[in-house]
T-cell receptor, first 118, second 112 residues
Framework: NAGVMQNPRHLVRRRGQEARLRCSPMKGHSHVYWYRQLPEEGLKFMVY????????ESGMPKERFSAEFPKEGPSILRIQQVVRGDSAAYFC????????????????FGEGSWLTVV | DQQVKQNSPSLSVQEGRISILNCDYTNSMFDYFLWYKKYPAEGPTFLIS?????DKNEDGRFTVFLNKSAKHLSLHIVPSQPGDSAVYFCAASVAGTYKYIFGTGTRLKVLA
């Protein structure tokens, strides 16, 4: 499967626990994005990463949320001390590198990780 | 501030007819636009895109139209099929920022 791979697909956590969501981009893609979809809402940008580098995290909550994309391995979205309001679908997307200043890049999504906080 | 708006939360169309999904944006710096389709419990699937140097792009049954002066784009599906029933999201980006802003989606229901 050459698509964007996310796991786990479903995750249940009790309030106060940590949630870790993993994303492996498509082969040849060097950029990873994380989006969140709350129930009955659209997709909200959270963070954009390249290998070992956070490029834009303007959509990430200031506390409890962090993301990384190490040199080796998948991108990780980490949510510490989860609360009920964190229950949502978290989508990862990836894209190939594009020369800065040019448009026309398409991002491809994984199947999503559904987090339920009980 | 919702920079990309899909003002119709839902749309019903008869099978075989045309579906027209609309999207408005406020940021005149956006220069690349995309449409995605999403089924329940799945990730969004890329459908079609258009850059701001064009006003139309066609791919099979899907055509996207861009009206830059009105800051409006639309997705036409002809003919509509029951399998097209899904939520459709439009998205926009500014060159070099790599931030894709999504609308809130329109739920299309194609009636057999």
């Amino acid at each position: 499967n050459a698509g964007v791979m996310q796991n786990p697909r479903h995750l249940v956590r009790r309030r106060g626990q940590e949630a870790r969501l993993r994303c492996s981009p498509m082969k040849g893609h060097s950029h990873v994005y994380w989006y969140r979809q709350l129930p009955e809402e659209g997709l909200k940008f959270m963070v954009y990463l390249q290998k070992e580098n956070i490029i834009d995290e303007s959509g990430m909550p200031k506390e409890r949320f962090s993301a990384e994309f190490p040199k080796e391995g998948p991108s990780i979205l980490r949510i510490q001390q989860v609360v009920r309001g964190d229950s949502a679908a978290y989508f990862c997307a990836s894209s190939p590198y594009t020369t800065p200043g040019t448009a026309g890049n398409t991002i491809y999504f994984g199947e999503g990780s559904w987090l339920t906080v009980v | 501030d919702q920079q990309v708006k899909q003002n119709s939360p839902s749309l019903s169309v008869q099978e075989g007819r045309i579906s027209i999904l609309n999207c408005d944006y406020t940021n005149s710096m956006f220069d690349y636009f995309l449409w995605y389709k999403k089924y329940p419990a799945e990730g969004p699937t890329f459908l079609i895109s258009i850059s701001s140097i064009k006003d139309k792009n066609e791919d099979g049954r899907f055509t996207v139209f861009l009206n830059k002066s009105a800051k409006h784009l639309s997705l036409h599906i002809v003919p509509s099929q029951p399998g097209d029933s899904a939520v459709y999201f439009c998205a926009a980006s500014v060159a070099g920022t790599y931030k894709y802003i999504f609308g809130t989606g329109t739920r299309l229901k194609v009636l057999a």
